[in-house]
């Protein structure tokens, strides 16, 4: 079967006019069709657990179908796939629901109402095995009983013969998953679980136009959550889809309490629980989080890899998103995976905030590059002074510690734009989020080229974050639009010989481009001294992409000590030298301390690994001087 594009009626009159162009262009082997009579799949809050629970246990009767997914507006375009239902009821993206108390026993029937072999993963007692399937063919029913086992946060998958990536289905079988959560015995405290599905056109991340969704929509399309200030917000997130996610909050820091996959729940001990703004989900991973709002205001919850968020690699949207220029609706400059999150004061009501004064005052100028005008950059004016980059990452901007800035933004592009503070903790208007962003009737506006915007904030922690653009990213932020932001605490300066900043970006939106490190393909030396202690702070603000980072000395990793993550401190873990090896995804930040033992040359290697593109860059360590 090959992936069909449907289209509503109201869409149709546009396609005749326009289908020849769309399709010439839309690269995908999706087809425009006008047959509407495949029955309509609904999309699944994962708010009503499938089955009857009586004493003997659950007992469940799923169907696979085929059907017509709508991930935007019930009216807007679908897709034919396969997908999960409960017998006698709608069927549902993604699939019903399985939530039990731990060791219940579970009934289940599946009927394969396509006309394809089907294989089941994950109907069994956890924790369990990946490869401990049911072979289900076309037209054939199965029953299993198995005890749930033990509590977590798990799902069951499936395939149907279509084209997978990692053993995971991206097309017409790429919606064949549902939550299967398994509650400990006792009062469980309310949650929400949320399951990312990811349709694609083709293999590879970096050519494929995709359909990502949370709970069967994509942003705008997706729910809207809201909580009361002091909420203790727990989410499940499920990530059953061949792609991997770095879950980034605005705004505030969260914690993960569990992680595992489809088959196991490893709960994080309290000794190694942080407070972290990104997380990576791996292919396949889940897990579950802690977020306490201190903040009324709208919030995003959102994937990092800019074309899970785009509407240039979104199937629906690339062709009208050629140039940036239809950038003009804020609800519509993201789709995919982005959640909008709603916080209201406790007793409902819209809380003034009172701005806190400045006490230090600078501006923001984002300009065409006088040499490149396709290229972007920031330049920072204070007290007369200009700081500019040569485009990349702009001038680190260095804050003070709960000291109030007023940052004055200035946009002299011809398209608009925004400023986010990544992972600093602020008013949600000042947090640069277009057309959602702020709190009660106040919303965040884009600065359209010529205008302004003043952010105000006093950021309460000292550590390493990042600035960006959060308006047409997949474009702007490869063009430059991205720089460090360090907060140091109060009374302290920054000293650049003992405190490194290294940066990690792409200047190409796909794949085209190439990796760089503050800026550059071929980074200059660094001159370490051996005794000293130095601060390394690592930044990746790729567009997709995650990178795995080694420091290597005559053929050993060096070794080094983590101290922050995402601009938090790792306390209260005590600092414990490890192995110089970890990746990092884009939107996160790792600080580590380290001090070189001897004189030599330390190689710090830097690898892409879908891309196959790399940097290296030598420390040169000299002995130490007494
Ligand atoms: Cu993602």
Known sequence: MKAKLFISDALLHFLI???????????????????????????????????????????????????????????GPSLQVFAFAEAGKQSQIPGPMIRIPQDTWVHVTVHNLIARDVLIHGMHTRPGENDDTIDLAAGATRDVTFSAGAPGAYYYWATAGGDTLGGRPYKEDSQLHGAFIVDPRGAVAPDRVFVIGMWRDRPLA??????????GKSWPYTERLKYPLGSEVRWVWLNPSGNVHPMHLHGSYFQVLSAGDAEQSDPVPPSRMRDVSTNFMAVGGTMTTLWKPERTGRWIFHCHILTHISPETSAFHHESMHDGGQHTDPMNHMAGLVMGITIVARDGRIMAHKSPKAERKLQLVIAKDNSNPKKYTYSILEAGQVTQTGGGPGPTLVLTRNQPVAIHITNQLDEATSVHWHGIELESYDDGVPGWGGDGPRVTPMIAPGKSFDALFAPPRAGTFIYHTHMNDLFQL???LYAPLIVLPEGTTFHPEGDKIFVLSRNGKRTDGELLLNGSATPAPLAFRAGVRYRLRFIDILANNSIVINAVQDGKPVEWTPIAKDGADLAPVPPFAIPASFTIAPGETYDFTFTPEKSGEIEFKYDLLLLDEHVRQVAKTTAEVR
């Open 478 to 480: 490869t063009s430059g």
């Open 17 to 75: 006019v326009f289908a020849p162009a769309l399709l010439a262009a839309a690269r995908a082997e999706a087809t425009v069709i006008g047959d509407l009579s495949l029955p309509r799949i609904a999309a699944n809050t994962n708010q009503c657990a499938a089955g009857i629970l009586s004493k003997d246990g659950l007992t469940v009767e799923l169907e696979i179908r085929e059907g017509a997914f709508y991930p935007e507006d019930e009216s």
């Open 206 to 215: 970096q050519e494929s136009f995709d359909v990502p969704v949370i709970n």
